[in-house]
Nanobody
Framework: QEQLVESGGGLVQAGGSLRLSCAAS????????TGWYRQAPGKQRELVAT???????NYADSVKGRFTISRDNFKNTVYLQMNSLKPEDTAVYYC??????????WGQGTQVTVSS
Protein backbone atom coordinates (compact mmCIF):
# COMPACT_ATOMS: atom_id res chain seq x y z
CA GLN A 1 0.00 0.00 0.00
CA GLU A 2 1.24 3.46 -0.90
CA GLN A 3 2.72 5.34 2.02
CA LEU A 4 3.67 8.99 2.20
CA VAL A 5 6.01 10.23 4.92
CA GLU A 6 6.55 13.94 5.39
CA SER A 7 9.35 15.35 7.53
CA GLY A 8 11.40 18.46 8.15
CA GLY A 9 8.90 20.69 9.89
CA GLY A 10 9.55 22.61 13.06
CA LEU A 11 9.37 25.90 14.88
CA VAL A 12 11.10 28.84 13.21
CA GLN A 13 11.06 32.60 13.56
CA ALA A 14 9.59 34.79 10.85
CA GLY A 15 12.10 35.23 8.07
CA GLY A 16 13.64 31.84 8.67
CA SER A 17 13.83 28.78 6.44
CA LEU A 18 12.87 25.13 6.51
CA ARG A 19 13.24 22.26 4.06
CA LEU A 20 10.49 19.68 3.96
CA SER A 21 10.84 16.19 2.52
CA CYS A 22 8.22 13.73 1.37
CA ALA A 23 9.15 10.12 0.69
CA ALA A 24 6.81 7.76 -1.14
CA SER A 25 6.99 4.03 -0.71
CA UNK A 26 5.30 3.10 -3.96
CA UNK A 27 4.21 4.33 -7.34
CA UNK A 28 2.52 7.67 -6.72
CA UNK A 29 5.48 9.82 -7.70
CA UNK A 30 6.17 7.66 -10.75
CA UNK A 31 2.86 8.22 -12.50
CA UNK A 32 2.46 11.96 -12.48
CA UNK A 33 2.99 15.27 -10.79
CA THR A 34 3.30 15.87 -7.09
CA GLY A 35 1.98 18.59 -4.87
CA TRP A 36 2.67 20.05 -1.47
CA TYR A 37 -0.44 21.01 0.44
CA ARG A 38 -1.01 22.69 3.76
CA GLN A 39 -3.81 22.97 6.25
CA ALA A 40 -3.96 25.62 8.91
CA PRO A 41 -6.23 25.29 11.95
CA GLY A 42 -9.83 25.96 11.01
CA LYS A 43 -9.04 26.23 7.32
CA GLN A 44 -9.36 23.96 4.34
CA ARG A 45 -6.39 22.17 2.88
CA GLU A 46 -4.78 24.23 0.12
CA LEU A 47 -2.35 23.39 -2.64
CA VAL A 48 0.82 25.47 -2.38
CA ALA A 49 3.19 24.00 -4.97
CA THR A 50 3.28 21.39 -7.72
CA UNK A 51 5.95 19.79 -9.84
CA UNK A 52 5.59 17.49 -12.82
CA UNK A 53 7.84 14.52 -13.48
CA UNK A 54 9.57 16.68 -16.04
CA UNK A 55 10.25 19.41 -13.52
CA UNK A 56 7.66 22.06 -14.39
CA UNK A 57 6.68 23.98 -11.28
CA ASN A 58 3.70 26.01 -10.17
CA TYR A 59 3.09 27.90 -6.96
CA ALA A 60 0.24 29.50 -5.11
CA ASP A 61 0.49 33.28 -5.17
CA SER A 62 0.94 33.33 -1.41
CA VAL A 63 4.26 31.43 -1.60
CA LYS A 64 5.59 32.46 -5.00
CA GLY A 65 9.15 33.70 -4.77
CA ARG A 66 9.66 32.22 -1.31
CA PHE A 67 9.07 28.47 -1.73
CA THR A 68 10.79 26.09 -4.13
CA ILE A 69 9.56 22.59 -4.91
CA SER A 70 11.90 19.95 -6.25
CA ARG A 71 11.98 16.21 -6.71
CA ASP A 72 14.43 13.35 -6.86
CA ASN A 73 12.87 10.68 -9.04
CA PHE A 74 15.51 8.10 -8.12
CA LYS A 75 14.86 8.56 -4.41
CA ASN A 76 11.10 8.83 -4.92
CA THR A 77 11.21 11.97 -2.80
CA VAL A 78 9.85 15.48 -3.17
CA TYR A 79 11.16 18.53 -1.32
CA LEU A 80 9.85 21.95 -0.41
CA GLN A 81 12.40 24.62 0.39
CA MET A 82 10.68 27.39 2.32
CA ASN A 83 12.42 30.72 2.76
CA SER A 84 11.32 34.05 4.22
CA LEU A 85 8.71 32.25 6.28
CA LYS A 86 5.77 34.22 7.63
CA PRO A 87 3.43 33.48 10.54
CA GLU A 88 0.66 32.84 8.01
CA ASP A 89 2.68 29.90 6.68
CA THR A 90 1.95 28.07 9.93
CA ALA A 91 0.16 24.84 9.04
CA VAL A 92 0.52 21.11 8.73
CA TYR A 93 2.17 20.35 5.40
CA TYR A 94 1.35 17.28 3.32
CA CYS A 95 2.33 15.85 -0.04
CA UNK A 96 0.30 13.85 -2.51
CA UNK A 97 -0.45 13.66 -6.21
CA UNK A 98 -1.23 17.03 -7.77
CA UNK A 99 -4.45 15.51 -9.19
CA UNK A 100 -7.20 14.69 -6.74
CA UNK A 101 -8.31 11.68 -8.80
CA UNK A 102 -4.89 10.15 -8.09
CA UNK A 103 -4.71 10.94 -4.39
CA UNK A 104 -3.56 8.15 -2.15
CA UNK A 105 -3.97 7.90 1.59
CA TRP A 106 -2.68 11.07 3.22
CA GLY A 107 0.36 10.87 5.45
CA GLN A 108 0.54 12.38 8.91
CA GLY A 109 2.04 15.57 7.59
CA THR A 110 4.70 17.71 9.19
CA GLN A 111 3.94 20.70 11.40
CA VAL A 112 5.43 24.07 10.49
CA THR A 113 5.10 26.83 13.03
CA VAL A 114 6.37 30.32 12.31
CA SER A 115 6.60 32.72 15.22
CA SER A 116 6.41 36.47 14.79
Amino acid sequence: QEQLVESGGGLVQAGGSLRLSCAASGYIFKIGGTGWYRQAPGKQRELVATITRGGMRNYADSVKGRFTISRDNFKNTVYLQMNSLKPEDTAVYYCNSDEDRLWVRWGQGTQVTVSS
